[in-house]
């Protein structure tokens, strides 16, 4: 538990010493929000969906933009090395690495709170899809940052992560949806469907909070992290 606090505690230092946090939210912050306005005054309804229906494509990448730099920088300063020598499993390192970047995506998410009440007064706001939006902005954000941490462990080079983590979190986005489903044979296609990461945040952005999604979510996430440890283990090995 110490190892897990202790990566968690450094890796979160790590986004507020340098500028990668405070960009990361700024940016994101005004992005949400200008999409935000320009839905509101062109079309002068108060409604968050247009919003939480653009979020997994910034997610897509900002959430690299922030787990490029877990491994890979550490395999460039050679650093990642002497981090797994420590009396600390590689899990405790994995999930504390993991858990700074939740932590960062959370709070970004729990910031747009202002718009949410700014909606909330302008009109009539269905609480249901604004809960299911949040939830699943995170669960999505987890995800993808479960993809990017275990693809920053295979390079040292974090343009490399970056880039491999968008074309993978794509894949399994867009594997779901219409426009992949309708083109799949009959038989496959129920299970691309289930397999698609943009699927269960649709259903999610709907309002239902439906168990299904968040073991979906949540075995996603293990999955990756399940791989950033193997990768670790033939490194330390190798």
Partial sequence: M??????YKRELRGYFNSPIAY?????????????????FFLYGQADLRPLFSLLPWMFLFFVPAVSMRLWAEERKLGTAELLLTFPV????????KFAAGLSLIVLTV????????LTANLGDVDPGPVIGG????????????????????????????????VVVSFALFIVGESLVLVTAPQWIAPLLH??????????????VIDSRDVVYYLSVIVFFLYLNRLSLSQRRWA
Wanted: charge should be negative.
């Fill in 89 to 96: 499993s590689d899990g405790q390192v994995i999930l504390g």
């Fill in 23 to 39: 960009i990361f939210i700024v940016v994101f912050l005004l992005l949400a929000s200008w999409l935000f306005f320009r839905g």
């Fill in 110 to 117: 729990l910031l747009e709170f202002p718009l949410l009440i």
């Fill in 194 to 207: 289930d397999l698609g990461l943009g699927a269960h945040f649709e259903s999610m952005g709907r309002g």
């Fill in 134 to 165: 949040l939830l699943g902005s995170i669960f999505l954000g987890g995800a993808y940052l479960a993809i990017g941490l275990f693809l920053s462990s295979v390079t040292d080079n974090q343009i490399v992560a970056f880039i491999l983590a």
């Fill in 2 to 7: 110490q190892g897990f606090v202790a990566t």
